[in-house]
């Protein structure tokens, strides 16, 4: 899975490299190309939807950011996702966010 969205996130990627920079506004937004940025993005869209996310999520958000991105164009790249797409991106399929476990069954 993780395959998957690395290729997603190529993708979104190399069709927005060319408007990259480090740090820009969007609408009223400030994106920064951190996993701090990523972090807020994924939360903040969750919280519009009205998902209830867990006190943990943010922290596990940040692991898992550092383990899949890898420099901070991807970084801008997931921060510019509209909502449906930075939480489609993240929690794929299984509509789990990071550091939620998997269901037994």
Do not use: N, W
């Given at each position: 899975?993780?395959?998957?969205?690395?290729?997603?996130?190529?993708?979104?990627f190399?069709?927005?490299?060319?408007?990259?920079?480090?740090?820009?506004?969007?609408?009223?937004?400030?994106?920064?190309?951190?996993?701090?940025?990523?972090?807020?993005h994924?939360?903040?869209?969750?919280?519009?939807?009205?998902?209830?996310?867990?006190?943990?999520?943010?922290?596990?958000?940040?692991?898992?950011?550092?383990?899949?991105?890898?420099?901070?164009?991807?970084?801008?790249?997931?921060?510019?996702?509209?909502?449906?797409?930075?939480?489609?991106?993240?929690?794929?399929?299984?509509?789990?966010?990071?550091?939620?476990?998997?269901?037994?069954?």
């Amino acid at each position: 899975m993780r395959v998957a969205l690395a290729i997603l996130l190529g993708l979104v990627f190399a069709a927005q490299s060319s408007c990259f920079r480090q740090s820009y506004s969007s609408g009223f937004r400030t994106i920064h190309g951190t996993c701090e940025g990523v972090c807020d993005h994924y939360l903040a869209c969750k919280a519009e939807r009205g998902d209830e996310v867990p006190d943990a999520t943010r922290g596990a958000c940040q692991v898992e950011c550092r383990e899949i991105f890898s420099g901070p164009e991807a970084l801008v790249a997931f921060e510019r996702l509209s909502c449906d797409d930075a939480i489609a991106f993240v929690e794929g399929s299984s509509g789990r966010g990071p550091g939620q476990p998997q269901p037994h069954g």
